[in-house]
Structure formats: C-alpha cells, structure tokens
C-alpha cells in the first residue's frame, strides 16, 4: 500500500491512497478528513453498483455517515447535459449541502460527470474519487479535470475541481473485461511515452506482467502515473502554461476516433493507443522526431495488445471533429508531438498538412 500527496498552489492538498482492499478503509479515511459531516451521497453506475456499492456503503456506515445513492447509467452516454440534470435534481432531493460530501465510485464516466455535478451543485460540495478501472486509477481520478460531453465533441463543458481524497483499491481491478484493461494500459503507454526513458524501459520490461494483471507490477504502474501526473498538474493547475496539454499526448485524434466511431465503440485507451501512433509518425514527417522513437512506440503498444484502428471515415469528417478540439487556438489545429521518450513540444500544424497525415493514416489502415 502506498499514500501519494497531491500538493497544488492554491488547492488544499489530498491523498491518493493505493493498494489492495483499501475500499474497506473508506470510511474511516473519510471521517478523518470531515469530523463534521454525516451525509454523503455516492454516485455510481448500473454495472457498479452490484459489485462494489455494498462494500463501500459498509465501509461508510460503519464510520456513522448518513448514505445517500444515485446510479447513474452505464458507459460514456451518459456523460450528458439531460443526465447531469437529473443528478442534479436527485442531489436536491436528497438533501445535498455544502456539508456533505459526494463520492463518485465507478471509472472515468462516473468520476468526471460526479465531479462536475459536485463542483457546480450549490458552486461546490467536497467530493471523493473511488475509482475501479485501471483507466481511472491512472488518469481521472487524480488532477481535478472535471466534463460532460456534447454531440460535437468530448468533455467539451467542465470545470477544474480537485478531490477531497482518492482511494484506489487495486483488488477492484482482476474483473475487469479485457477491453477496459486494454483502456487503461493505453493511458499508461501514453503516460510512459511523455514521461521519462526510465518509465517507459520499465513498462517495456513488464509489459507481459501487465498484460497478466501481476498486483505488485499494476500497483506500481499505478502509481508512477500519479506521481507523473501530480508532478504535472502542480505545475499547471488550469492548463494554462502549456505544461498540462503533454497529457493530451494521443488525445487530439482519439477523440475524434471516439466522436465519429459513436462514444463507447472504441475504448478510450484505444483510441489513444492510435492517435499516439498517428502523432508519432507526423512528428518524424515534421522531423521533430525519427523512425527509431516510431517503431519504439509501436513495440509498446503491440506489446500491450494494441490492435491498429479501422474507420471508415473522410478526411473532412475527422478534420471537422479535430476542429472542436480543446487545444486549438484561432481556429488552428495544435498536437502534442514527441520528439523523444520523455521530450515533447504542442505544435500548430497546418490543416493542409493534418489532412495529408489523417488521409495516409485511413488509407494504410483500409488497406
């Protein structure tokens, strides 16, 4: 078990807690942190809540908290300006305060819409992340980025609001489906790729530990992306400086994968899994990066299992989503390209030279 500090300028500091069968421990973590409250209200999911809510509404019960629950529906549809309506009403209905807390137990679907429902509901009620896929322990659940989606892109209405604590239970993570461990590993690619050589040999050493689900290696995976992450987000809280947008690394292309496909066709790591490929080959035709870091990049990936992404799109459709993307300014496109294992650069790229790229990348993966 390990207790990571999310310390940010300007933020209360929280705890990120990992390890195995600290579920159990959430309501004693939690009355620790908030003596005076006695309500809490988890937000979940359809697929959760049969298997999780039990142990953490014991857990909480146990440490005398009032337990309210709102489930929401499964997978990123949800993620809506109809369903974040209805949790809002349901908090208002319940008795929601600025004394209670809200705890959002499930993946990244759950954390995101609960976070922001958390952070606009009477301007702000202290929230928890509880999260039970791979893919939220190593990115959602830590950093404070908060969003729903609308028709024409994701997250594209949200706010920034950090957690009062994080508890990662890596026992939760064995019964994952394969497609959502895949989604996981993507981001930890993503993660090693932008952080250091160190990280990214290492998980090119575990890679079939990983892929096997050994605790002590998908712990400390867990773990080295939070602490690249927090590393981050001190630095640029608001994603302001420039700093922030190397998470992104992959993003830009996954998300119009994401958009087009339909939200949940692709999981979200997989998705990335492909715009990191596409960035790293318009990286070395910019001559930012060479053919070398490319073919090391696709040996992660095929290493993790990453199978190569089909669409049957046009370059005026993708382009259009791309468009909407959270990093372009003025109307212009802007990657994250790498230039090295641990080295990157956000770059405004021509939509000429963008179009050539995504057309190259369509018509090899047609073929």
């Not at 549809?77 to 209805?86: F, H, P, Q, T």
């Not at 349901?90 to 807390?101: F, K, N, Q, Y």
């Not at 989503?321 to 212009?332: A, E, F, Q, S």
């Amino acid at each position: 078990m390990s207790r990571l500090e999310v310390s940010i300028p300007g933020e209360q500091s929280y705890d990120v807690l990992i390890g195995q069968s600290v579920l159990s421990s959430l309501g004693s973590e939690l009355r620790n942190l908030c003596l005076s409250t006695n309500h809490v209200l988890i937000i979940t999911d359809s697929e959760v809540s049969g298997r999780y809510l039990p142990q953490a509404k014991y857990s909480l019960e146990q440490a005398s908290f009032q337990v309210d629950v709102i489930t929401i529906p499964s997978g990123e549809e949800a993620k809506s300006l109809a369903c974040i309506s209805e949790v809002w009403q349901a908090m208002a209905d319940c008795g929601l305060t600025r004394d209670s807390v809200v705890i959002a137990l499930g993946g990244g679907v759950v954390g995101d819409l609960a976070g922001f429902s958390a952070s606009t509901f009477m301007r702000g009620v202290p929230f928890v992340q509880v999260p039970t896929t791979l893919l939220s322990m190593v990115d959602s659940s830590v950093g404070g980025k908060t969003a729903i989606n609308l028709p024409s892109g994701k997250n594209l209405v949200g706010s920034f609001y950090q957690p009062l604590f994080v508890c990662a239970d890596v026992a939760l993570l064995p019964s994952l489906p394969d497609r959502e461990w895949l989604c996981g590993c993507g981001e930890i690619a993503k993660t090693a790729v932008i952080d250091s050589l160190d990280f990214f040999n290492w998980l090119s050493n575990h890679a079939d530990e990983m892929k096997a689900r050994i605790p002590v290696v998908v712990e400390e995976a867990i773990e080295r992306c939070i602490r690249f992450k927090s590393s981050v987000v001190i630095a640029d809280k608001h994603e302001t400086s420039g700093i922030r947008e190397c998470l992104n690394y992959g993003h830009t292309l996954a998300h119009a994968i994401e958009t087009y496909a339909g939200y949940g066709v692709y999981s979200h790591g997989h998705a990335v899994a492909q715009g990191m490929r596409f960035a790293a080959r318009l990286s070395a035709g910019l001559g930012k990066t060479d053919l070398d870091f490319v073919l090391q990049q696709d040996e992660l990936l095929n290493q993790l299992g990453f199978p190569e992404i089909s669409l049957d799109a046009s370059v005026e459709e993708l382009m259009k989503i791309m468009k909407h993307d959270k990093k372009v300014r003025l109307g212009n496109l802007r990657f994250v390209v790498p230039c090295a294992i641990g080295s990157w650069e956000v770059l405004e790229i021509s939509d000429e030279v963008v179009s050539q790229y995504v057309s190259a990348w369509l018509a090899s993966n047609r073929s």
